[in-house]
């Protein structure tokens, strides 16, 4: 396509608005003064009858596909991860809330009372309840699963570090959980089996999940850790942007710069 020449909107304006050209002593007017230096009749006519803005936008949208596309398609692309992001790191913190409500419940005193069975001979013992430590042990199993899965997802520095902090203490311990029926699978989710765990020293289960240095009550502080990363990741990404028009700047993630690498 041929170069085109200088017009700026006031002039266009100035030839939509009425039938005629007008004269001015500007520097952007050509040497005849009219408003559109060498422009003819049918040129004039292509401009009042749209014919021109067609050409133009025709023009214009295939410059956009040599380059500008991919940028759009980034911009998309970017809005879209921060939209997952952002699902993401509310179900870590919702998850997270639900691994501490999880041990909270299982340092209940009523859940450790041992209840008075009676045998088929009639000998009355005190026992712990199996059937209730193990279903409550089975939902701290399900939440932590849980938990490590949607971390899995991030990619929020903060949550990461604390998910990896916790998967590995959790390893750790792994010859005091295989004790009382508890695996860790090569995804680092744990499985408990149910005839291994209810044959297990109740005491020992007991000390696992209770208590301030215990196991349970670490993996609750590290999951109050992944709350709060995740709470402030979802802080992040509702605020964050690029720099605007007037050059206002606030926080965005890796990803969006990714994008553009």
């Known amino acids: ?3 085109i020449s200088f017009y700026n909107s006031e002039s266009i304006n100035m030839l ?29 006519s292509s401009i009042r009858n749209g014919s021109y803005h067609k050409l133009l936008k025709s023009y214009y949208e295939k410059e956009d596909n040599d380059g ?3 940028d759009r ?10 939209a997952s992001q952002k699902l993401n790191g509310a179900a870590v913190r919702d998850k997270a809330a639900d691994v501490v409500d999880s041990v909270s419940d299982l340092k209940k005193t009523a859940l450790w009372e041992k209840k008075s069975v009676t045998d088929k001979e009639g000998n009355t013992t ?17 939440n932590y699963n849980s938990l490590v899965e949607k971390t899995g997802k991030s990619d929020d520095n903060s949550v990461l570090r604390n998910a990896s902090s916790m998967v590995s203490y959790t390893k750790a311990n792994q010859s005091l959980l295989k004790s009382i029926g508890i695996t860790i699978g090569s995804d680092n989710k744990l499985s408990v089996d149910a005839e291994k765990f209810k044959q297990s020293d109740m005491a020992v289960v007991k000390s696992t999940f209770t208590g301030s240095s215990s196991f349970g009550q670490t993996v609750s502080r590290s999951a109050s850790s992944l709350y709060s990363s995740a709470v402030s990741q979802i802080a992040k990404l509702d605020s964050a942007t690029t720099y605007s028009s007037t050059g206002s700047y606030s926080y965005v993630t890796s990803a969006t710069y990714n994008k553009y690498l």
Do not use: C, H, P, W
């Open 73 to 82: 398609t980034n911009k998309k692309d970017t809005t879209a991860d921060t």
């Open 16 to 44: 939509l608005s009425s039938g005629s050209t007008t004269r001015k002593s500007n520097s952007i007017f050509g040497s005849q003064g009219y408003a559109f230096s060498g422009i003819d009749l049918s040129t004039l």
């Open 1 to 3: 396509m041929s170069s």
């Open 126 to 142: 005190k026992e712990y309840d199996t059937d209730a430590i193990y279903k409550a042990v089975s939902d701290f199993v399900s």
């Open 68 to 70: 500008t596309t991919a």
